[in-house]
């Protein structure tokens, strides 16, 4: 029986790096793979992109009202999806039923929260009924476990504005902090 898995971490972990590697081994070994990622993110367009640059094409950018059932064809090994924080939990739980009544595994790789520790639904939903989670590790600057994404605008903290602000666009960056780090910044903002 084919699973759903979670694969989370905070910015700048490697799964968009891990998302390609899983690609490319399944396509090494000829089998036939969808590459999904939420039409929400905009950065890379058409493609997941990695902070060094690496790139893939996707197969699909999957818009919040679509399901992924449709795109199915014939021999398809497994379903990866980049960005999956951005899905809907409707669109999860056809993830679920994919795993399970098609037996094709589906590799989801995304945030666990928000950069204000608030859980984003498609990937609340995940840790809800994903068969395998796994935390992909990163580290804050002080040398602690990142678990965090500080939203920086113009290289300066903030803990105020709408979940969704892409990385890279309108002067927003991340950096991935511990949660020691996180709630001093916060301190001193408030």
């Known amino acids: 029986m084919a699973k759903l898995y979670f694969r989370y971490g905070s910015m700048n972990c490697g799964k968009s790096t891990a998302i390609i590697q899983v690609a490319y081994n399944y396509e090494e070994k000829k089998k036939k793979i969808l590459l999904i990622k939420p039409s929400v993110d905009t950065k890379g367009k058409d493609q997941v992109i990695n902070r060094t640059n690496l790139t893939r094409k996707v197969d699909i950018l999957l818009k919040p009202n679509e399901l992924v059932k449709p795109y199915i064809k014939d021999n398809i090994a497994a379903i990866l999806i980049d960005e999956a924080q951005f899905l809907t939990p409707k669109q999860v739980d056809e ?93 001193r903002c408030d």
Do not use: W
């Open 95 to 187: 993830l679920y039923h994919i795993s399970k009544l098609d037996n094709i595994p589906v590799l989801c790789y995304g945030l666990r929260c928000d950069f204000q520790m608030n859980a984003f639904p498609g990937s609340a939903r995940l840790l809800a009924i994903a068969d395998d989670i796994e935390e992909l590790k990163n580290i804050c600057h002080c040398g602690k476990k990142a678990t965090l994404n500080l939203r920086l605008i113009n290289g300066t903290a903030t803990f105020d504005g709408d979940q969704i602000a892409i990385d890279g666009e309108n002067k927003v960056e991340y950096e991935s902090v511990c949660g020691e780090c996180y709630l001093k910044l916060k301190e």
